[in-house]
Structures are given as structure tokens and as C-alpha cells.
């Protein structure tokens, strides 16, 4: 039972390139979700999936695109990406959208130069 | 917009101290998370409450929802214990994630 499977952990880029984040769940969870952290702030939504084909977006979209077309898969993708992107980005899954336990992935640490 | 804040934001203390980290929140919630992070790594879910009080080992959480906060304890602290908690909470209407803390910062001293 591998629980949040997210890579790359590390990743560099450059100004402008696009890159797809991967996140896999093996618990058959129905909401899954990223997040970015970055220093002197908490964790914060990007977008988010309550099932397969639904996907909205969070508190801090811009840049970025999601899509979810089995349960398992949530991969994020950065379309032109920009230095204001560096940060750590989390995966996380739960079996509903409240009131259940969060699974987190290992992370991704992303620099844009 | 602060909807969580944690105190202290730093924590240092020897080993085998009772820590004590505090969660205040302003909107209403329908549970509240503890999780932690240690450097360079991923993030664990300690506990999720939504009343009263849960304990796993030496830690305790507790919550009380009339006045917004919740704390949590960790007894008899290690140098293992050392990592960032995070406070976070699922809000009571829509399907919006986690709104998270900053997190506090504890270094246990052996």
C-alpha cells in the first residue's frame, strides 16, 4: 500500500518551459488536492478534485492546470512556468473532502530560474 | 486573511519538557487537523478532531469549538520530536481543502 505517490521530489526549470507534477493514490480516496508551501506561509490550495472529472479551482490557481480522469491520478501542470512558482509543492488525498484523515505526498521541491 | 493563527511560532526546549502548541481559529469548522513535518521532509497527519479531546502516545490534542482553539501536547519530549506542526482546518461548507497555519518551528535539546 504505497498511500500518495508524488514525483519528481526535485526539479529544476527554466523561465518559461512546462512541466507536469505526477500524484498517484492507491486508497481509492474520492478527493485529492495540491498544495504549495513557501516560507513564512502556510500550505496553499492550488486546485482541487472530489472525484474522477471534477476539478476546481483553489485560493491560488493562476499558472497552473489539473485534470482527473481515473481516481487515482491528480497530476498538476505548470504551463509556462515562472520564477513566482519556486516552491514546495504537496499532493494530498483523503476519502471525502471533510471530516477524514489528509495523506500527503513526499513533495516537490520546483525552482524556476 | 488569518483564519488560523499558531502560537509560538519558535519553540526551543530540553528533553523531556511538556510542550504545549496553541491553534486559534476565526470561522467555523467542521474538523481540525494536526500534522507535522520534519525538514526536508513530508507531511504526517497526527490527529483529526472535530470535540473534545484524542491521544496517541505522548501526544494529546484537544479542541473547544465555543472558543475556537484547539492545543496540542506532546509529553516526556524527545530530540525526535523535533519537526514543524501545523495546524489546519476543513471549513463547514464546500469542498475548499485544508486552510493552514504557518506552523511552529519545535527543536527539542537533548
Known amino acids: 500500500n504505497a498511500g500518495v505517490t508524488q514525483t519528481p521530489k526535485f526539479q529544476v526549470l527554466k523561465t518559461g518551459q512546462s512541466m507536469t507534477l505526477q500524484c498517484a493514490q492507491d486508497m481509492n480516496h474520492e478527493y485529492m488536492s495540491w498544495y504549495r508551501q513557501d516560507p513564512g506561509m502556510g500550505l496553499r490550495l492550488i486546485h482541487y478534485?472530489?472525484?474522477?472529472?471534477?476539478?476546481d479551482q483553489g485560493e491560488v490557481p493562476n499558472g497552473y492546470n489539473v485534470s482527473r480522469s481515473t481516481t487515482e491520478d491528480f497530476p498538476l501542470r505548470l504551463l509556462s512556468a515562472a520564477p513566482s512558482q519556486t516552491s514546495v509543492y504537496f499532493c494530498?488525498?483523503?476519502?471525502?473532502?471533510?471530516?477524514?484523515?489528509?495523506?500527503f505526498g513526499q513533495g516537490t521541491r520546483l525552482t524556476v530560474v | 486573511k488569518n483564519e488560523v493563527e499558531q502560537s509560538p511560532q519558535n519553540l526551543t526546549a530540553q528533553e523531556g519538557e511538556f510542550i504545549t502548541i496553541n491553534c486559534s481559529y476565526s470561522?467555523?469548522?467542521?474538523?481540525l487537523h494536526w500534522l507535522q513535518q520534519h525538514p526536508g521532509g513530508g507531511i504526517v497527519s497526527l490527529f483529526m478532531l472535530s470535540s473534545g479531546k484524542k491521544k496517541h502516545g505522548r501526544l494529546i490534542a484537544t479542541i473547544n469549538i465555543q472558543e475556537k482553539h484547539s492545543s496540542l501536547h506532546i509529553t516526556a519530549s524527545h530530540p525526535r520530536d523535533s519537526a514543524v506542526y501545523i495546524c489546519?482546518?476543513?471549513?463547514?461548507?464546500?469542498?475548499?481543502?485544508?486552510?493552514f497555519g504557518k506552523g511552529t518551528h519545535l527543536i527539542i535539546q537533548p
Open positions: 470561522v467555523g469548522i467542521s474538523a
Open positions: 494530498a488525498s483523503s476519502y471525502s473532502d471533510r471530516n477524514t484523515e489528509a495523506f
Open positions: 478534485s472530489v472525484g474522477a472529472g471534477i476539478t
Open positions: 489546519a482546518f476543513t471549513s463547514g461548507g464546500g469542498a475548499d481543502g485544508l486552510t
